[in-house]
């Protein structure tokens, strides 16, 4: 199919990517002029695992184009995604005029029937605004859909290539068959495509985060009341999970949720059922949770050392997630800005994203190159996100390295009683 995708961020980029894998010819368009040159050169703006390669493949191969020119790339397709940001704004809502001028341009530029998809996060109604927008600049017949999307960042070629199932939200046939012939060859596994109204297809995006946001949220309060009564999180957890109706995903404690994704939905989730007067208790909660869960951790080192002043914190991973370098709501930002206000000087090391946090924090954080040398005189380890480098460390190194062989395990993925009988004093999320 001829495809057209209009905007390369995390989402448009790999949709783009790995439909062009498929066999299909895809134009990816961005108005940013030297983003379109670099990945005309085949560098990626963003770290994912295997993209790189999926791009330049395609590129290689005539699959995959990248342009500024909106017009031409609407014209030479039949299908137009929209991919591009929907920002959080300072009322919480999805800002959608970036979504919107897109539809414009694409309603200007039409030439025949096409299927326009909002691939982008958008709350419930944005398909009838979309299709306003594009009738007023054409009288070519066109469809919008709602197609959005689930992929995990550090995952999300898997998750595209092989999905758990394709949710398509389509008022008319004819749109709904195009869309339906456009993704089976990812569902010949058995994946459902699921076809549904507008309005509904909107809503599961935010239904399925807004679920996993809060029982992170939830786990996150259970841990902190088993450090209360004396119990292991960790094997509350288990016990848990192993009920079918509630399964293992998304129950680890930790320094709380963060990225591009669940804390916009929820703040966006809670917005558009505020303006029909509808209080979304539960997300409120979910969400104060998970503000106060990021700088627990510095509660916990305060506890420890009573005073942070004049302390040196060495801090493994800085991305929201291990596999990517989005710091988007990371919890180490206000972990770190915390530690910097109680008096500490913080050294900090990641294997993705230390070019994003230099920007955040400049010369107040002392970035280093290696992950064993933030731990020179250091008065404490934080281990904030798991990185698979960060499993199985020298412990013995890192004694000798630190001034005081204290650890603050933010993920819980060390054993507290192999880091004791080193003679490491353990700190944990929930563990006893």
């Not at 983003?35 to 999926?54: D, F, H, N, S």
């Not at 493949?57 to 790339?73: C, H, I, Q, V």
């Not at 995952?155 to 456009?182: N, T, W, Y």
């Not at 910097?340 to 190159?369: H, T």
Request: aromatic share 8%; proline share 4%.
């Amino acid at each position: 199919m001829k495809i057209a995708v209009v905007g390369t961020g995390y989402v448009g980029l790999v949709a783009g990517a790995c439909l062009a894998e498929n066999g299909n010819d895809v134009i990816c368009v961005d108005k940013d002029a030297a983003k379109v040159r670099a990945l005309q050169r085949g560098r990626i703006p963003i770290y994912e695992p295997g993209l790189e390669e999926m791009v330049r493949r395609n590129r290689a191969e005539k699959r995959l184009a990248f342009t500024t020119d909106l017009p031409k790339g609407v014209r030479s397709s039949q299908i137009v995604f929209i991919a591009v940001g929907t920002p959080t704004g300072e009322d919480g809502s999805a800002d959608l005029r970036h979504v919107l001028e897109v539809a414009r341009q694409i309603g200007k530029s039409m030439n025949g029937y096409k299927v326009v998809v909002d691939k982008s996060t958008v709350p419930v109604g944005t398909s009838e605004k979309v299709r306003a927008v594009i009738q007023k600049e054409t009288s070519h017949p066109f469809s919008v859909v709602s197609n959005p999307e689930f992929l995990k960042q550090g995952a999300a070629i898997e998750d595209f290539m092989k999905p758990d199932r394709v949710v398509i939200g389509a008022e008319d046939q004819r749109a709904g068959q195009i869309m339906k012939e456009l993704y089976a060859p990812f569902t010949r596994t058995g994946a459902p495509i699921m076809m549904m109204d507008c309005a509904s297809a909107e809503l599961c995006k935010y239904a399925a985060n807004a679920m996993l946001a809060t029982r992170i949220s939830f786990m996150n309060e259970v841990a902190n009341v088993c450090e209360l009564v004396g119990a292991d999180v960790d094997q509350v957890r288990r016990g848990v999970a192993s009920d079918r109706r509630i399964g293992a995903a998304f129950l680890f404690p930790g320094v709380g949720y963060g990225g591009s994704c669940f804390p916009k939905d929820v703040k966006a989730m809670m917005k558009f059922a505020s303006a029909k007067s509808y209080e979304f208790e539960i997300l409120r909660a979910v969400e104060n949770v998970n503000e106060r869960q990021k700088v627990r951790l510095v509660a916990k080192m305060k506890q420890h050392f009573g005073s942070l002043a004049g302390k040196r914190i060495g801090i493994w991973g800085l991305a929201f997630k291990p596999k990517t370098d989005d710091m988007r709501e990371a919890p180490v930002v206000p972990l770190i800005q915390a530690l910097l206000d109680a008096g500490a000087s913080v050294a900090a090391f990641d294997p993705e994203a230390m070019k994003i946090a230099r920007g955040i924090f400049g010369n107040r954080v002392d970035f280093k190159e290696k992950s064993y040398e933030v731990l020179a005189g250091a008065d404490a380890l934080v281990l904030v996100t798991e990185w698979n480098e960060f499993r199985e460390p020298d412990w013995t190194r890192i004694k000798k390295l630190m001034k005081t062989p204290v650890v603050f395990d933010g993920r819980n993925i060390y054993n507290p009683d192999h880091l004791r009988g080193l003679g490491f004093t353990y700190h944990a999320m929930g563990r006893r």
